[in-house]
């Protein structure tokens, strides 16, 4: 599977910005994660794509009611809604995938995800 991320981009506190992750086949899970400097790559929403997993999707604590995350299954493509943005929301913004089904509750963790975007850079200034 390879994934090509976009979307990045400057904007001020308070704005929005929306991150797109085209597949190239379709994945049974999607999930962004982001990397701040000096920081370890943290999880920030996923997507289970399969039927079965009826579009289940999952937020960090910390993007939880600011943060969307939604698809369009025509398109293999992933879409990160980001409202209300913050400052503390900088950082280089990846897009993954994981090609087999398993368990919702691994879906967070960096780990479980086969294959990985490029990265996209959002900035927030205050």
């Known amino acids: 599977v390879q994934l090509q991320a976009s979307g990045g981009g400057l904007v001020q506190a308070g704005g929005s910005l929306r991150l797109s992750c085209a597949a190239s086949?379709?994945?049974?899970?999607m999930a962004w994660f982001r990397q701040a400097p000096g920081k370890e790559r943290e999880f920030v929403a996923y997507i289970a794509l399969s039927a079965l997993s009826g579009g289940a999707t999952g937020f960090s604590e910390s993007v939880k009611g600011r943060f969307t995350i939604s698809r369009d299954s025509a398109k293999n493509t992933v879409y990160l809604q980001m409202n209300s943005l913050k400052p503390e929301d900088t950082a280089v913004y990846y897009c993954?995938?994981?090609?087999?089904?398993?368990?919702?509750?691994?879906?967070?963790?960096?780990?479980?995800?086969?294959?990985w975007g490029q990265g996209t850079l959002v900035t927030v200034s205050s």
């Open positions: 086949t379709r994945p049974n899970h």
């Open positions: 993954a995938a994981r090609a087999t089904r398993t368990v919702l509750t691994v879906l967070r963790y960096p780990t479980t995800y086969e294959y």
